[in-house]
């Protein structure tokens, strides 16, 4: 079993950052995909990040957001910049196996946390 806790969702405006937290507990962390998704109002969970030992990107966020992985704290990270209003979503932080980019890869998710942005 595998723990997830996200944290550092909130309301900003157009144009910031902030950077999403997900802690994990339970199993050896380090040899996961960890992986970050969103899923907007009316909208199907997407793909939004994900990092083994290497980090993938949806291309809406590529250049924007930078996910990354402290295996001594067992903790992923989402940094976000250049937040746009369609980045409006509840975010995820999920562990699995893979494929890095699909939502069947991952067993384990977290309970969301939740990012506004304000135009």
């Known amino acids: 079993q595998v723990q997830l806790v996200e944290s550092g969702g909130g309301l900003v405006q157009a144009g910031d950052s902030l950077r999403l937290s997900c802690a994990a507990s339970g199993r050896t962390f380090s040899s996961v995909c960890m992986g970050w998704f969103r899923q907007a109002p009316g909208k199907e969970r997407e793909f939004v990040a994900a990092i083994t030992w290497t980090s993938y990107y949806a291309d809406s966020v590529k250049g924007r957001f930078t996910i990354s992985r402290d295996n001594a704290k067992n903790t992923v990270y989402l940094e976000m910049t250049s937040l746009k209003p369609e980045d409006t979503a509840v975010y995820y932080c999920?562990?699995?196996?893979?494929?890095?980019?699909?939502?069947?890869?991952?067993?384990?998710w977290g309970q969301g946390t939740q990012v506004t942005v304000s135009s």
């Open positions: 999920a562990a699995g196996v893979g494929p890095a980019s699909t939502v069947r890869g991952y067993a384990y």
